[in-house]
């Protein structure tokens, strides 16, 4: 058994003569042309391994779900994923053109052969779809954490399981606090806060499920584009370096499990054999790394981001006619979301909108252009990629993650429920997670 990291979330299993790649993302940016695996030479299509058996794709994130990368494989290729609360991530694989998508039960084994089988494991959080794998066959067991929250009794389970080899997310993906109008000493802060914060939950994870060798991954993305390089401070920003993950399990006495650094190709076997073939990007060498990124890719990502475009004429009622129909045809989450937001659309036919999602607010217009001094939150987005995310073309999550936009908070307290109302206005998906919310709180 031999697997292959190939950066972020991207693992490549090959047991019993067969191939399992999970999360597969080479080539090219994510999250409206932002985000780059750790590396500090771009990989190119040559690099992608497209003659696999089976794809695993954890959730939609697009540094785990990267269709420039899926539309380099055969269409013909099973591609595994959780059976989630909706379809909205089945149908955007679908419209990629796969032609056999595979749902499966979390912790349902599926035999993919006589000696392999795989179990999906989906996240407990009410609020949003993410799912863990395990793969096991007659030559050993893998454990691909990638971005999933897992609880305590799930944790125990895959223990159970004697992964050899287990993957564990060790850095946040987030744009809190980066997007933020904070002072910078409480922005440094809070980033610090946040990033020891993760790596003490890859300390957590990997003590309890101990595999023989842990590797630290899901982790900090490189941010080439020249007006995002401060996004990278190995030391004062919010994304940690697997070094880190190490240096901390080593700090911390615990025993049972190896911790391997892995650059992006490095292989690794199930006796702990660490094949090295390229050199790690670390704390110590991170700003080199991404110099060197940002020199090679920066012509292709202005390119990218002129080819975005402008935002139309029409963009004004198109955000009023969404958002008025997205939070009237939502009302249980209007009242956990309880704000006001001003919304700026900051550039060409864009403007200023008030959203009212106060409980005093209970029918009417519930968003129209204006200005307002009390706001509870500020979101300015620059416009065309808020036309995306009101055509529906852009998820809103995706659009944050990419940190190419400014917020305010008062109070400065995190609404779930608001982003959640973004992630997936859909009423019935709405509605069905706050019956369960409302009877747990």
């Given amino acids: 058994m031999l697997t292959k990291f190939l950066g972020q979330a991207c693992t490549l299993i090959e047991t019993n003569n067969k191939k399992i790649i999970v999360d597969p993302w080479i080539v090219g940016p994510c999250n409206v042309n932002t985000w780059y695996t750790l590396r500090n030479k771009a990989a190119t299509k040559k690099d992608i391994p497209t003659d696999v058996d089976y794809i695993y794709i954890s959730h939609e994130h697009q540094d785990h779900f990267q269709q420039e990368t899926l539309k380099e494989f055969s269409k013909k290729i099973p591609i595994y994923i959780c059976k989630f609360k909706t379809k909205r991530f089945y149908n955007e694989i679908k419209k990629l053109g796969f032609k056999n998508i595979i749902e499966l039960t979390s912790w349902k084994p599926e035999v993919l052969t006589k000696d392999l089988e795989i179990i999906s494991i989906q996240n ?121 993950a190490k240096m901390a399990w080593n700090k911390s006495g615990k025993t049972g499990s190896e911790v391997v650094v892995m650059a992006a190709d490095d292989e690794i076997k199930i006796d702990g054999t660490h094949i090295k073939n390229k050199e790690p990007i670390l704390s110590t060498n991170k700003m080199d790394a991404v110099k060197e990124l940002s020199i090679e890719v920066q012509e292709d990502l202005n390119k990218r981001w002129e080819a975005e475009g402008e935002a ?130």
């Fill in 124 to 244: 407990p959080d009410l609020m949003f779809e993410d799912s863990a794998l395990l793969i096991k066959s007659s030559e050993g067991t893998v454990f691909c954490q990638t971005d999933c929250k897992m609880d305590f009794t799930s944790l125990k389970k895959v223990n159970a399981a004697k992964p050899d080899i287990g993957f564990f997310m060790y850095s946040v993906a987030n744009w809190y606090p980066d997007v933020y109008n904070y002072s910078k000493e409480k922005r440094d802060d809070i980033a610090k806060k946040r990033k020891l914060n993760k790596i003490n939950g890859f300390v957590n994870y990997v003590n309890v499920i101990k595999p023989k060798f842990a590797v630290a991954y899901a982790g900090g993305p490189l941010f080439p584009h020249e007006s995002q390089i401060k996004l990278n401070d190995p030391i004062l920003g919010v994304f940690g370096c697997p070094d880190e």
């Fill in 312 to 441: 139309s004429t029409k963009l004004p009622n198109k955000i009023i006619d969404y958002f008025n129909k997205i939070i009237s045809e939502n009302p249980v989450a209007r009242r956990h979301i309880d704000m006001k937001v001003q919304l700026i659309a900051d550039g060409k036919n864009g403007g200023e909108f008030i959203l009212d999602m106060s409980k005093s607010k209970t029918s009417g217009n519930y968003a129209k252009e204006g200005k307002i001094k009390d706001w509870n939150y500020l979101m300015k987005i620059p416009s065309h990629l808020v036309e995306k995310s009101v055509n529906e073309e852009l998820l809103w999550e995706t659009l944050f993650l990419s940190a190419r936009w400014q917020a305010d908070r008062k109070p400065d307290q995190w609404n779930e429920h608001f982003i959640n109302l973004l992630y997936d206005p859909d009423p019935t998906r709405i509605s069905n997670i706050y019956k369960i919310y409302e009877k747990m709180h």
